[in-house]
């Protein structure tokens, strides 16, 4: 289970540094080295807490550090702490295709398009605190077909899980802050309020 764990992880850090680290330095137009050091705070925080609720405040905290405008940030942090879960829907599609061979159980191609579908729409709907993505993966592996001994291994590990998805979730969200920085021009309304 360690090795899993461990891939586990490895394929977070690459889709932060990928995904997340692409967005920061193509549409928010940030460097990469700046933002994951103005952002560690968060990181940090959400990693032991295994909560982006949680991390919030801190979170907020650090986008203006990067000089997100607060019109940005009270809009795409609470909104990314509610809808914002790739991470978790990584780990879970990770972890039924790893129960799914260890059990011997062959998933098909379309059992597999229904899983991810499945996937994504329970990760957005998915509450930002410890532990919530037990349900989830209790859903998927009941409609990929698993036994329901896998859920006592999968919850005996979950926290382990959880803590870095929460991570790769909250800089998911300050990353998407970083672009809408760039990408919304609120210069032009404030502008357009005061000459009325």
């Known amino acids: 289970m360690g090795t899993v764990l461990i891939a586990l992880y ?3 850090l690459l889709y932060i540094v990928i995904v997340y680290g692409g967005i920061v330095k193509l549409l ?4 990469i080295r700046t933002f994951f ?4 705070p968060a990181a940090l925080n959400a990693f032991g807490t295994c909560s982006s609720s949680a991390t919030r ?3 907020k905290r650090c986008a203006d550090e990067l000089g997100v405008p607060n019109e940005i940030s009270a809009l795409a942090l609470p909104l990314g702490a509610t809808i914002n879960m790739d991470a978790v829907s990584v780990v879970m599609s990770f972890m039924i295709v790893f129960f799914a061979n260890a059990c011997g159980v062959e998933i098909s191609f379309s059992m597999l398009a229904v899983v991810l579908l499945s996937n994504t729409l329970l990760s957005i709907g998915a509450p930002g605190v410890p532990g919530s993505a037990i349900a989830s993966f209790a859903a998927l592996a009941t409609i990929a077909g698993l036994p ?3 859920m ?3 919850i ?4 382990l899980c959880d803590m870095g998805d929460t991570c790769c979730n909250v800089l998911g969200d300050l990353a998407c802050a970083v672009a809408m920085k760039e990408t919304v021009n609120l210069e032009d309304k404030q502008a357009s309020e005061q000459a009325e």
């Open 148 to 150: 329901a001994g896998v």
């Open 28 to 31: 928010g137009k940030c460097r």
């Open 156 to 159: 005996s590990i979950n926290t």
């Open 37 to 40: 050091a103005k952002v560690m």
């Open 10 to 12: 490895v394929t977070m």
């Open 152 to 154: 006592g291994v999968y």
């Open 57 to 59: 405040p801190i979170s």
